[in-house]
């Protein structure tokens, strides 16, 4: 007897469609998968078959033989446990639906209780993009799966009640569409609490506005981290688009709640300089994602930035660049999307005094170059601003109340701004402006002629490279948007040519020389 059971494949975030074909005949009892599995699909037949008996299931005298389908493709993990299981309960005559157009996936344990997968929403999608109508797959994975529109999602507990549903007996109830809810983001942190700073409040707002990466440079004490910290807080919130994206990494890495299966607020992923290059990027044997695609449509938090290996930020590149990580095994390529906001914090020096204005800077100019050496300047050409967070006078830091905008008002400007780009970009893939790409840098951004001279006397000037003339472009872009312009002034070009002169001042020959 043959039947066929519809599944669904992963590796890393490329889902597949897979069928579990199943040939039951009367010999010799066996049972034997065949489909390029790796060794967690060979242990299916152990896991189903004990799981079987201890549900009262006896497989007498049959030989099985499962194919997954198609065979040329690399099977790995346990997610194809209950799409096989469902196969041998078709050709053991204990199914009596209509499962032609369901799928299955999740792991059976030993006990007959259906275990949780990593992963479950990307499946879910691709399920239903191949026709599925419905999905049988883990309980604790169902409120998950749920998101999806179009189909009806049932959360399986053990194998009992799957054969109940599946024999026409009692039904398992379907998870209800989880619709998720606009919430504020709750924190008692806000850019009111950090005194002065008004320029480096000011990048980070722009910053904010055109998703564009931002590097904070000052002397230990000034606010770094806490400015970087309180970045969440002036975010726009997450389209849905962008939620589904970023769940079905952070599904993938098995790191979603429960509760609330929905990526809705814009991750804030802070890293400290000990972590190695496959953790910041990915991989592993079956390529997992690393933080800088955990940070999808959030925020990358670099403290202490000289103090990260050098070989560790320059693999941060090309996914700057790029938008995305690809991570290449024997079983094949992953491709994870990182469209992160990079924030980068640093002090000048060893020391940390060079520019203060008490402290004496005890630095040797070697120890200077190799301190900010580590820094190449291909990836700061990645960093669209360039900010210093100065020294707090002790009459700022004494004073009571709050200091500059609520981070509620800084948001909804932000708000405005994204609002203008949404409208700019509509029918492209373009979401912000730092993601205009080089050849639609002039479409885009319109320079009123005053301004281009301004940008041509500093690009001779500074000595600036390809890639910072379309950065500056694209800054200057955003505070137009902010400022309600349609055109980029001398003021925009000017505020955006501030933000790239930093590198001049620390990574110039005097100082590392």
């Not at 469609?17 to 037949?45: C, M, N, T, W, Y």
């Not at 309980?139 to 999602?153: C, L, M, R």
């Not at 939620?243 to 991750?267: C, D, F, K, M, W």
């Not at 210093?388 to 905008?405: K, L, M, Q």
Request: proline letters at 5%; aromatic letters at 6%.
């Amino acid at each position: 007897m043959y039947k066929k059971v519809n599944s669904v494949g992963l590796y890393g975030l490329n889902a597949f469609p897979v069928a579990a074909e199943i040939d039951a005949a009367k010999g010799v009892p066996s049972f034997e998968i065949s489909g390029l599995g790796d060794q967690s699909v060979q242990e299916s037949r152990t896991r189903i078959k004990t799981a079987l008996q201890n549900c009262g299931v006896l497989l007498k005298g049959q030989r099985i033989v499962v194919n997954l389908a198609p065979a040329s493709i690399k099977k790995t993990g346990s997610v194809f446990d209950l799409a096989v299981l469902v196969a041998v309960l078709s050709v053991s005559g204990l199914v009596k639906t209509d499962i032609d157009n369901a799928a299955f996936f999740g792991e059976v344990s030993l006990g007959g209780d259906i275990a949780p997968v990593s992963g479950a929403l990307t499946m879910a999608i691709a399920a239903a993009k191949n026709g599925v109508d419905e999905i049988f797959l883990p309980i604790q994975n169902a409120k998950e799966a749920s998101v999806v529109d179009g189909v009806a999602v049932y959360g399986v507990k053990d194998v009992n009640s799957l054969i109940l549903h599946l024999s026409g007996g009692r039904r398992i109830t379907a998870e209800p569409r989880y619709v998720p809810t606009v919430s504020e983001l709750l924190t008692e942190l806000d850019f009111r609490d950090v005194k002065g700073q008004k320029t480096a409040k000011e990048a980070l707002e722009t910053a904010a506005a055109g998703f564009h990466n931002i590097l904070l440079i000052g002397t230990p004490g000034t606010g770094k981290s806490m400015l970087a910290k309180r970045l969440p807080t002036i975010l726009p919130a997450m389209l849905f688009d962008e939620s589904l994206e970023t769940t079905q990494i952070h599904s993938v890495a098995g790191i979603l709640s429960g509760e609330n299966p929905l990526v809705t607020t814009r991750p804030f992923r802070p890293i400290i300089h000990t972590a190695s290059a496959a953790g910041l990027v990915g991989g592993g044997s079956v390529p997992k994602p690393g933080e800088i695609s955990l940070a999808h449509n959030g925020v990358l938090f670099l403290d202490e930035l000289p103090e990260f290996e050098r070989r560790t930020l320059e693999t941060l590149r090309q996914p700057l660049e790029d938008g995305e990580v690809n991570i290449s095994r024997a079983g094949g390529k992953a491709t994870y999307p990182c469209s992160v906001m990079l924030v980068a914090a640093m002090n000048p020096c060893p020391c940390g005094n060079f520019g203060h204005p008490t402290k004496a800077c005890t630095c040797s100019n070697k120890a200077a170059a190799a301190y900010l050496g580590r820094i190449s300047q291909p990836v700061l050409d990645r960093i669209d601003i360039q900010v210093e967070v100065a020294h707090v006078p002790y009459e700022d830091i004494s004073s009571r109340g709050g200091d500059g905008d609520l981070s509620k008002q800084i948001r909804e400007r932000v708000e405005r701004a994204r609002e203008i780009q949404r409208e700019r970009f509509k029918g492209t893939d373009i979401r912000v402006n730092a993601r205009i790409p080089a050849g639609k840098i002039h479409e885009y951004c319109v320079v009123e002629p005053k301004a281009g001279e301004l940008l041509k006397s500093a690009f001779d000037k500074l000595g600036l490279s390809a890639r910072a003339y379309d950065k500056i472009l694209k800054v200057a872009l955003t505070a137009a948007d902010l400022s309600g312009k349609s055109t980029i002034g001398t003021a925009q070009i000017s505020r955006a040519i501030m933000y790239r002169s930093l590198d001049k001042k620390y990574w110039c020959p005097s100082r590392t020389g």
